[in-house]
């Protein structure tokens, strides 16, 4: 298997998730990080560098796309992992050099943004680059299973969708040295609050497993934490376009929460139940008969994206990983993607995003697609 350069921007010293990339990105000896662009600052940009013994290392990202599409050992993709107000650039930058984009989510920190992007995987797409958005929960083993369940009518018609993402760790005002924190209460450089960071997951979820799409919604949006200017609590409810009806939390204030992600579907002959906190197991409910706890790669299960025998537990990084398992068959023609996010599911949550915001500020009206 022919292993694929990979470039960064963004994942520098203090990052978070930029580290988790890269441990996703070697699992599977799909890939080799080359070259980045991991700080807005040079001097941390370098050290950043030189901690991981990056040999190309670069003071901004448009110098990077330049110098990387020159070359012949030039990357084959770029994973975006800045603040969500920094995605446009980069993506635009790589996409416009022929050069494979990962980026995480939400898609960006304005519609403008987020449009500008669409419009750059459009002719992308002419020229058969890709892009790539990371709700890396779709790459969980019993997830995927779910959506085959659904897709091959285990469950009937999908009549509700319950979906929340609980955390807490912005109950309080957070340390103003908290990095991560820093941006994410900025509605400049975040766009939305729990909405942006983590309700746009569980939708994305939603939507994967059962391949509705949300129509329309009505939604609470609401800030506990005095001063803060984006929403840490919402509850919404969704129609979504395959007649199913949602309802979505999404938390940051939800004490004792720390990424308590959960799906439960329900249709007319079959109930789900999953939460990513015990990713290896999910209920499965047959109208009328015994719940069944299904195990990740057990009896009853496949086909089978999972790397060691169940009972052995696989999580987070794993679950990311399939991701740039994925993205690397994509890229190298040996796979088509068909379960990867793109800028479909990244357009649905900026969708998302705004309705949220426009139907909070009406006191909770329904927006429908296209409003
Ligand atoms: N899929 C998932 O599970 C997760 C996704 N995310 C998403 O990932 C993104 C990053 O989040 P997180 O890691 O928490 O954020 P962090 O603040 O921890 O890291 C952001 C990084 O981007 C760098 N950066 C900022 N501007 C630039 C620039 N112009 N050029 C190069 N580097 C830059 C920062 O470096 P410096 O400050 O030195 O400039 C820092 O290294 C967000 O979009 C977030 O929503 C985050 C967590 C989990
Ligand atoms: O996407 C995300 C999922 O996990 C994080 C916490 O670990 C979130 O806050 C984040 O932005």
Not at 247 to 256: E, F, I, T
Not at 328 to 346: M, N, Q
Request: net charge negative.
């Amino acid at each position: 298997m022919k292993r694929l350069k990979l470039g960064m921007v963004g994942g520098g010293q203090g990052a978070f998730i930029g580290g988790v990339h890269r441990i996703a990105a070697r699992l599977d000896n799909r890939w080799d990080l080359v070259a980045g662009a991991l700080s807005s600052d040079p001097v941390r940009a370098q050290a950043s560098a030189d901690d991981l013994g990056l040999a190309r290392s670069y003071t901004s990202y448009e110098d990077m796309a330049k110098a990387e599409a020159a070359r012949d050992d030039g990357i084959d993709a770029v994973s975006i992992v800045t603040p969500n107000h920094m995605h446009a650039g980069p993506a635009i930058a790589f996409l416009n050099a022929g050069i494979h984009v990962i980026c995480d989510k939400p898609l960006a920190a304005t519609q403008d943004q987020a449009d500008d992007i669409a419009h750059a995987v459009e002719n992308a797409r002419a020229k058969g680059t890709h892009f790539i958005l990371t709700h890396n929960y779709t790459g969980y083993p019993l997830i995927r299973q779910a959506r085959a369940m659904v897709a091959r009518g285990d469950l009937g018609q999908i009549r509700v969708i319950q979906a929340e993402y609980a955390q807490d760790w912005l109950a309080q005002a957070p340390d103003p040295d908290n990095k991560q924190a820093a941006w994410r209460t900025d509605p400049a450089r975040a766009g939305g609050g729990a909405i942006g960071d983590i309700g746009t997951h569980a939708l994305n979820l939603a939507s994967f497993v059962t391949g509705q799409r949300p129509a329309a919604l009505a939604a609470d949006l609401h800030s506990f934490v005095g001063g803060r200017m984006v929403d840490d609590n919402a509850h919404i409810l969704l129609r979504m376009d395959g007649g199913a009806r949602a309802m979505l939390w999404a938390s940051q204030v939800a004490v004792g929460s720390e990424n308590g992600l959960r799906l439960r579907i329900y249709g007319d002959k079959g109930g789900l139940e999953w939460g990513q906190e015990n990713p290896n197991q999910m209920t499965f409910t047959r109208f009328g008969q015994p719940k069944q706890i299904l195990t990740r790669g057990g009896a009853g299960t496949g086909p089978d994206w999972t790397r060691i025998p169940p009972g052995h537990p696989e999580g987070y990084l794993e679950g990311f990983a399939t991701l740039y398992a994925d993205a690397a068959d994509l890229i190298a023609g040996t796979g088509d993607g068909a379960l990867l996010p793109g800028i479909e599911a990244a357009m649905d949550g900026m969708w998302f995003i705004a309705a949220c915001q426009a139907s909070s500020a009406k006191d909770g009206v329904f927006i429908s697609r296209g409003q």
